[in-house]
T-cell receptor
């Protein structure tokens, strides 16, 4: 398997623009997680899905952020409108969805909002 | 959120055993404590997880006391390639997954 795939790997955008990050989990994995990593706040869980259903979105910063998982092989994280403070590395991870926390992380998307 | 505390950094020499402790109060009573390794410009990579006492795999051991208020990751004989940031991951009593702040381990020759 190719592992978790994220695109784009790098994104530079201007404040106010819409940004969409994409993730393809490992085939057969039932849970998908979106994280944000910054120097100031470390690794933060934004939202996670189980069987395509959002289970916990308490980490989503505000209404500007939204996430969808239309099917088992694809998820998006959208920021609209983007702000400079959204600059971070966004990771997607997946796992089998059992009680384990053994997650497989993608390479991340480095987002820069100017 | 569960509150976690890890040392910011640690130095070690090749071949030594390294122990990294994460303090975590207010965690869920029935969930795993998990540790990850992260290299620069990469996503975190799973190392080990456990529920209680001691767990060992081919790369590390994890020690968890009975009160589960801390956990210690033990790397038996570190090499230069073990230089990375190490994170604990716990689930708080309110069910939120929380990563620790990370410990930068530097292995010196």
């Amino acid at each position: 398997d190719a592992g978790v795939i994220q695109s784009p790997r790098h994104e530079v955008t201007e404040m106010g623009q819409e940004v969409t990050l994409r993730c393809k989990p490992i085939s057969g994995h039932n849970s998908l997680f979106w994280y944000r990593q910054t120097m100031m706040r470390g690794l933060e869980l934004l939202i996670y899905f189980n069987n395509n259903v959002p289970i916990d979105d308490s980490g989503m910063p505000e209404d500007r952020f939204s996430a969808k998982m239309p099917n088992a092989s694809f998820s998006t994280l959208k920021i609209q409108p983007s702000e400079p403070r959204d600059s971070a590395v966004y990771f997607c991870a997946s796992n089998l969805g059992d009680s384990s926390y053994e997650q497989y992380f993608g390479p991340g998307t480095r987002l820069t909002v100017t | 959120l569960a509150k976690t505390t890890q040392p910011i950094s640690m130095d070690s020499y090749e071949g030594q055993e390294v122990n990294i402790t994460c303090s975590h109060n207010n965690i869920a009573t029935n969930d795993y404590i998990t540790w990850y390794q992260q290299f620069p410009s990469q996503g975190p990579r799973f190392i080990i997880q456990g529920y209680k006492t001691k767990v060992t795999n081919e790369v590390a051991s994890l020690f968890i006391p009975a009160d589960r208020k801390s956990s210690t990751l033990s790397l038996p004989r570190v090499s230069l390639s073990d230089t990375a940031v190490y994170y604990c991951l716990v689930k708080g009593s309110a069910r939120q997954l929380t990563f620790g702040s990370g410990t930068q381990l530097t292995v010196l020759p």
